[in-house]
């Protein structure tokens, strides 16, 4: 591990309830049981979203994007409180993408608003990422699973289109994916979230006109269970760091 400065590193633990900074045991993600594998061949078809013009703000876009989605047959409507669908500074150049609400989300109608997502935001504050100022969170699925489940391949595939148009329309210029779900789905890979992130990946929008830097990271309550792998959280954040400082993304 690279670490330029020590007394973040050490900061960066003590602040996230981490004694433990160093191990030479390699563990196995159980992000890997509990999200299945997609195949991109296995995602159905989804209703046609309501078209905007492209003239109009982005602000406007995004509001009959979310219009659109009282559209799609989707289960989970019928039992969620709110439909959760972003958070953020929407002219951000940095967008991340989670799997779905948990119960904190679906009673306040925001992305990452419970335990995992504060100790989301507080990783992302040791690089200056702040989601009011300069980034932008959505998940896969607008609402709530039951229990807080894995989402299944249908409830992904019914809103997948909408999530692709979510990233035009905001157009980043860095992408994030949070945990396995919205990693696999949206690289269309097999690979678990431990692998997919020892790499940085590019995702490609507008018919592949676009090449969006991306890079996956795992889930924050896939840490609050394994807190002994915040160590190579801080690798990550190190990386995305360093991808938006080397490529002039604006933070």
Known sequence: MKVKNIKSFIEFYQNLGTTTSMTNTVRGNSTNLLYQDLAANELEKVPIL?????????QKKLEVL?????????DLKDIATNLVFSDGNIDS??????E????EEDRQGKPFVGEAGKLLDKMLSFIDLKREKNFYVTNILYWRPPGN??????????????????????????????????AKTLLKSQEGITKLR??????????NETKIYTKAIFHPAYLLRNPIEKKRM???????????SKNNIRR
């Open 50 to 58: 309501k078209k905007y013009n492209k003239n109009q703000s982005k």
């Open 66 to 74: 979310k219009s659109s989605l009282e559209d799609i047959n989707c």
């Open 93 to 98: 150049e940095i967008m991340l993408i989670g």
């Open 100 to 103: 779905a609400p948990g119960a």
């Open 149 to 182: 489940r894995t989402p299944n391949n249908k409830e992904i595939s019914q809103c997948l289109e909408s999530t692709v148009e979510h990233i035009k329309i905001i157009k980043p210029k860095l992408l994030i994916l949070v945990g396995g779900i919205a």
């Open 198 to 207: 020892e790499t940085s990946h590019y995702y490609y929008s507008d018919n």
């Open 234 to 244: 801080w690798d990550d954040l190190l990386e995305i760091d360093n991808i938006i």
